[in-house]
């Protein structure tokens, strides 16, 4: 225990001590963003992934009140299998009393501490846990953001706060084209989140390569990104944001998200339900297709991260 309610597998805990790379993993996508059993199948992929690329998976959740940094399989699982109750209610309702495996935001974790809940982290969370933990990188799918009509609705995701006080880098591909892309990226830059691309020169949308938005910065080399974080942590920064493009586009998604935001204003969908609505909803629309590209560029972003963590780590020694 390094820090108050956080509890660090012993394989996390050693790497750590011996300044080995660690790579932090949300548990949001498995209980809420991808359907089960794919959920668990790709969790394990990305750490694998982690393992593969020379760094160590610590896949972040609350169990029973406690923060777990390292989720063994069998926790993986039970979250994995939790996404079966998720009653896919006119509501859509994934509000924490609602599920046995709530979702939680940096704002939900004392909380569900305090209160022994069991909890899947954001992507925000994870990155407030992470720092506390001394993990430096993690990898997830695509970032929340500023949502479409976030003008009248206030939908401004969480994830957003987070990765401007938390410091983490997060490896994703951009932001999902259910966002408002344009806003998201203004909000980063209001707030002094750096946003890179890595390999690549424009701001992917998730679902595709291309959001139209050029990036001010692109990296080809490890190392260069290894210094960019290093020089930001001896500068008291907060988290980056490094992106990559999808391994596969999933082509005619706009017109699936457009319907799936009608069918959501519809039926009134609000507040931490609307990202697992509609990433259900676009899955169904393209016949499974976006959630192939979804699971293959998690994978992807969990490779670069250990990659990206085996670079920082070695320029500490
Ligand atoms: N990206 C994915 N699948 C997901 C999410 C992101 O590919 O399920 C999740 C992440 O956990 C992210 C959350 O932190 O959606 C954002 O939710 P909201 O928009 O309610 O802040
Ligand atoms: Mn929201």
Excluded at 58 to 87: H, N, P, W, Y
Excluded at 121 to 145: D, F, K, N, S, W
Excluded at 152 to 163: G, N, P
Excluded at 217 to 227: P, V
């Amino acid at each position: 225990m390094n820090a108050e309610g956080i509890e660090l597998s012993a394989e996390v805990a050693t790497a750590l001590a011996q300044g080995q790379p660690v790579v932090a993993l949300e548990s949001t996508v498995i209980a809420h963003g991808l359907p089960y059993p794919v959920n668990v199948e790709t969790a394990l992929a990305m750490e694998a992934e982690v393992r593969a690329g020379g760094a160590v998976p610590a896949t972040v959740g609350v169990v029973g009140g406690r923060v777990v940094v390292g989720m063994d399989k069998c926790l993986i699982m039970q979250f994995g299998e939790s996404a079966c109750c998720d009653t896919p209610s006119a509501e859509g309702d994934v509000s924490p009393n609602k599920q046995t495996v709530a979702k939680l935001g940096a704002r939900d974790l004392a909380a569900a501490v305090a209160l022994g809940w069991d909890g899947a982290t954001t992507v925000g969370a994870t990155a407030r846990v992470a720092a506390l933990a001394g993990i430096e990188v993690m990898a997830t799918g695509g970032i929340g953001g500023v949502h479409r009509g976030a003008a009248q609705s206030w939908d401004i995701s969480s994830d957003l706060t987070a990765l401007a006080r938390y410091p983490v880098l997060v490896v994703c591909a951009g932001a999902k084209a259910i966002l408002d892309i344009p806003a998201t990226l203004e909000w980063l830059e209001t707030h002094g989140v750096p946003v890179v691309g890595w390999q690549c020169a424009e701001f992917p949308a998730f679902y595709t390569a291309r959001s139209g938005r050029r990036l001010g910065f692109t990296f080809e080399c490890l190392d260069d990104l290894a210094r960019l974080w290093q020089v930001e942590r001896a500068w008291g920064g907060g988290g980056v944001v490094v992106v990559q493009p999808p391994p596969e586009e999933v082509p005619g998604v706009e017109v699936a998200i457009e319907a799936a935001l009608s069918r959501a204003e519809a039926l009134g969908i609000r507040g931490a339900s609307v990202t697992p609505y509609l990433l259900a909803q676009v899955s169904s629309l393209t016949d499974g297709k976006s959630l192939d590209a979804n699971v293959k560029l998690l994978k992807r972003n969990a490779q670069t991260a250990a990659k990206i963590a085996c670079a920082i780590a070695s320029k500490k020694r």
